[in-house]
């Protein structure tokens, strides 16, 4: 492969002018402080248009773009309702900036460390998934934390919304892959003590890596994994069944469909992006749709290749036409393709090390102009470190053509002296401990806050506190026991293995 600077970026062959502008964000895995940033660009133009700063690197799949639904009479496009969110991969902390400067507007210490964060279209929930196989998710317009619970028995790698919201996957290190109706997770019933994936996806034989929904409501929308297992498995989101399975020469770190469900595009840890049809050939050469267990193979050979970069490929985003393609790399660069052509339109080198993610989106409103009346600079609560106590009285809230039932939140002295004691007690207990460890593993120095706050409850709160107690230690004991039991069958399976290995070695 020819180094990078011995590439000549080719013009497209034919891009037509675009009204909607779109912009690329590139996240850097781990920078110097002095470098540290952000970037983002347009898409056509290539023209950097902002650096985020404020965060020294961020997981991949670990950070998003929150788009709200306005308030009556603003504009749809309004500043006021986007928002950036990023995780920082050293300290259970995320990071939150508005369109309109460059420097972060808050950020909130997490219960853990976040491997990944996504949040749903409709801009309601933001979704984090942490190292312990953890997912949290909060109401971003209250900050509450609705659920807590345990989804895989390692880090969670990469969490997707379908288009509707109606459903939300989680993929982990554990090669499994589960599906989650939201509705029934952030309202859970009385008596429901943790969610129950209502589809859990099996078959890769190493960690998932990404997954991706395709364009669609989610009764009739596939969903794409990609695993280190060198495979991408397809998968139909209402039923859960395996449909298909695409063979490529390289373990896989990012899958991107096109909106046509025409090809797939895959990042290989080679530095190549493959692309496969959705579809195979049949005996007269006609394209068929792929069959219940198909399994396609990807050759080098066919021509289908997008080579470029020197180092795995981390991410991967379409333009809203798909006819563009571009793509973050380990070897710090981005590059954008000309999808049909297959050739390389402009070489993206940010200068902040190896990148980890890349994302599309349409370019904001107001982008880095000074707060106005018609543009404030936006609110946004504080990320609860807690699970929302779910008892008490209901309200349907309508999203679009979906009613979801969720909890009324209101504001309570007990709610008010948590609040200070999350912003001010706690940070106190991280100052002590002197590093950034997860929430739940304070044991000491949260049991001695709990009592500087049990001092000023009621005998009521102190009660409730107390049961949330009990609740979490059960959790904790649950998932220790999961853990302990992986660990035994993995275990167990080795040495199945390693026996079967060694009767043949001696046979032979």
Request: charged share 20%; with cysteine; net charge neutral.
């Amino acid at each position: 492969m020819a180094p990078l600077a011995s590439i000549q970026p080719t013009a497209p062959t034919s891009v037509a002018a675009h009204a909607v502008s779109e912009l690329a964000v590139a996240v850097p895995v781990a920078a110097p402080a002095a470098v540290a940033h952000i970037t983002v660009w347009d898409v056509r133009s290539g023209a950097v248009v902002g650096a985020f700063k404020g965060v020294n690197g961020v997981p991949s799949r670990a950070f998003d773009v929150a788009v709200t639904s306005p308030a009556a009479g603003a504009r749809l496009s309004s500043i006021s309702t986007s928002l950036l969110l990023a995780s920082q991969p050293d300290k259970p902390i995320v990071h939150v900036w508005s369109w309109q400067k460059e420097q972060e507007m808050a950020k909130f210490t997490l219960p853990e460390k976040l491997t990944s964060l996504t949040v749903s279209n409709n801009g309601q929930y933001a979704v984090g998934g942490g190292e312990s196989g953890r997912v949290f998710i909060w109401e971003m317009s209250s900050g509450n934390m609705l659920r807590m619970f345990d989804a895989h028995f390692k880090p969670v790698r990469a969490i997707r919304f379908t288009s509707d919201d109606e459903v939300f996957a989680t993929c982990g290190g554990d090669a499994t892959a589960h599906l989650w109706m939201t509705g029934r997770v952030v309202a859970p019933a009385e008596d429901e003590r943790s969610p129950t994936a209502y589809h859990s996806l099996t078959g890769h034989t190493l960690p998932v890596t990404d997954a991706r929904f395709s364009t669609g409501v989610s009764a009739s929308s596939n969903l794409f994994t990609s695993s280190l297992d060198r495979t991408i498995r397809i998968w139909d989101t209402q039923t859960g069944s395996f449909l298909a399975k695409v063979v490529f020469p390289s373990s896989l770190l990012c899958v991107q469909p096109d909106p046509l469900g025409l090809h797939l595009y895959a990042g290989g840890q080679d530095g190549n992006i493959y692309i496969a049809n959705m579809y195979k050939e049949g005996r007269d050469g006609q394209p068929l749709k792929l069959s219940t267990g198909d399994a396609v193979t990807s050759e080098p050979a066919d021509g289908r290749i997008l080579k470029g970069h020197l180092g795995p490929v981390t991410g991967l985003a379409l333009s809203l036409t798909g006819r563009l393609v571009v793509s973050s790399s380990e070897d710090g660069t981005s590059i954008t393709w000309d999808a049909v052509s297959r050739q390389i339109i402009r070489v993206h080198a940010p200068k902040l090390g190896p990148l980890a993610d890349v994302k599309i989106i349409l370019r904001p409103a107001f982008l880095l102009e000074p707060p106005t009346a018609e543009a404030p600079q936006p609110s946004v609560p504080v990320w609860k470190r807690f699970e929302l106590n779910h008892s008490g009285s209901s309200v349907a809230q309508s999203s679009g053509n979906q009613v979801v039932v969720l909890p009324v939140h209101k504001q309570s002295a007990f709610e008010s002296r948590n609040d200070h004691w999350q912003t001010e007690v706690f940070a106190e207990a991280m100052a002590d401990v002197g590093t950034a460890i997860p929430f739940y593993d304070q044991a000491t120095s949260m049991a001695r806050r709990l009592d500087r706050l049990k001092a000023e409850l009621t005998s009521q709160e102190v009660i409730e506190i107390a049961k949330l107690s009990r609740e979490l230690e059960l959790l904790r004991d649950h998932n220790q026991a999961l853990r302990t039991a992986n660990d035994e069958l993995y275990q167990a399976a080795v040495r199945a293995a390693t026996n079967e290995a060694r009767s043949k070695s001696k046979t032979s």
